[in-house]
């Protein structure tokens, strides 16, 4: 992957050239997203891992936009910055669940005035933290699942850990915990045990939490919180580390820095977030027996 202050620097000199001297002012909302991600493709290549294209990461952005259309309300530079980060990152938008992209209103001075202007929120999906997770090299597996009340479920702390669940056949219940496991290549492991009370504390501190992704697809973001809460023991780099930090943030330009949102001029609408597409499920292991013995 490229160095993250080349490709901003290219993406500002591409920004203050091609890109800025056609007039796209008569070109509509989607018109012009489309314009801004075809004329970047070179240097949107900078940032991006060898398994993915600009052309690709074009085509994946116009389909999340297609989606949900209140992306085309939004700011047309909080939209490409949002693009440009998960570029950076290589985590794919939409369905796949690598990441989301969040329409929200933000309140901004704009001639000492305040001004509701829509932007665009870029969010981690539980499948993206494990997919940075994994780019450490240091990990044989990692995976997060959810445990309900009719699960076969147990599980100890101490000298020598031990996990044991088994998913219920039909009704499962009730969510009531959460676990994620990381397997190290050296034959080590780390696991997290979150409650539901846990989950709803950490959901109830975000003003995001009744709309998006908290409302629409709950037990992904209780498996992202898991997972996030166990990179502080993880043997990632210090870039990984910093990528997470990127989570819930917001790029006024495509080559400015990624900010938190403060939420106290923010609101997120059930309307805007409606549209946010559900991740594709891996049911792979559905009705497996996961034994954690030390």
């Not at 085509?59 to 950076?88: D, H, M, W, Y």
């Not at 901004?108 to 829509?118: A, E, M, R, T």
């Not at 995001?208 to 023991?233: C, L, N, Q, S």
Request: proline share 5%; net charge negative.
């Amino acid at each position: 992957m490229a160095n993250v202050n080349d490709t901003k620097a290219a993406l500002a000199n591409k920004a203050n050239g091609t890109v800025a001297k056609k007039d796209v002012s008569q070109l509509t909302p989607k018109q012009q997203v489309r314009h801004y991600l075809e004329s970047m493709q070179g240097d949107i290549s900078k940032a991006l891992p060898a398994h993915m294209t600009p052309e690709r990461m074009t085509n994946i952005a116009l389909t999340v936009i297609r989606s949900n259309p209140k992306l085309l309300e939004c700011t047309i530079p909080s939209l490409l910055g949002a693009v440009v980060q998960a570029a950076q990152l290589g985590l794919e938008p939409g369905l796949i669940g690598h990441c989301y992209f969040v329409p929200f209103n933000n309140k901004k001075k704009i001639d000492g005035k305040d001004v509701w202007q829509k932007d665009v929120q870029f969010l981690i999906g539980y499948k993206g933290m494990i997919d940075l997770a994994r780019r450490s090299g240091h990990m044989k597996n990692i995976y997060a699942y959810t445990v309900h009340e009719n699960d076969a479920f147990e599980y100890e702390l101490g000298l020598e850990p031990k996990l044991h669940h088994k998913p219920a056949i039909g009704d499962r219940g009730a969510l009531i915990y959460v676990y994620g496991v990381a397997h190290f290549k050296d034959g080590g492991y780390h696991m997290e045990i979150m409650s539901k009370t846990e989950i709803e504390r950490i959901k109830g501190s975000s003003k995001a939490g009744t709309y998006g992704p908290w409302k629409d697809h709950y037990e992904e973001m209780a498996k992202k919180t898991v997972i996030r809460r166990m990179f502080k023991y993880l043997p990632i780099s210090i870039e990984i580390q910093d990528n997470v930090s990127k989570d819930e943030t917001v790029r006024k330009d495509i080559t400015s820095d990624p900010v938190a949102i403060d939420y106290t001029d923010a609101e997120f609408t059930e309307e805007d977030s409606e549209q946010v597409p559900p991740p594709v499920e891996d049911e792979s292991s559905e009705g497996q027996q996961f034994p954690f013995d030390a």
